[in-house]
């Protein structure tokens, strides 16, 4: 089992950026994800990351977000670039772990002028 928190949502202006941070419970060694969910939208996954580093993003999404992770720390940061209104959501932190699926609780990123 493990435990997720999130921090660094809030309001930014279109053009603006962000850090996303998350925050475990304790060591994992699976990939971890940032995923998104939009009003009236399925959530959706922004990024991945491996134990090694290995990442893998949205196509959409690709060159503005950067996904990282400290293993020392046992977290895992989303840097957000050149927002856009519609990245507007909730984003959630995600660890899929011995066949369960956990998350963060979310935090809200809102991009509006």
């Known amino acids: 089992q493990v435990q997720l928190v999130e921090s660094g949502g809030g309001l930014v202006q279109p053009g603006g950026s962000l850090r996303l941070s998350c925050a475990a419970s304790r060591f994992i060694i699976d990939p971890m994800s940032w995923y998104r969910q939009a009003p009236g939208k399925q959530r959706e996954l922004v990024a991945r990351?491996?134990?090694?580093?290995?990442?893998n993003y949205a196509d959409s999404l690709k060159g503005r977000f950067t996904i990282s992770r400290d293993n020392a720390k046992n977290t895992v940061s989303l840097q957000m670039n050149s927002l856009k209104p519609e990245d507007t959501a909730v984003y959630y932190c995600n660890v899929f772990l011995a066949g369960m699926n956990y998350w963060g609780q979310g935090t809200q990123v809102t991009v509006s002028s």
């Open positions: 990351i491996t134990l090694a580093g290995s990442t």
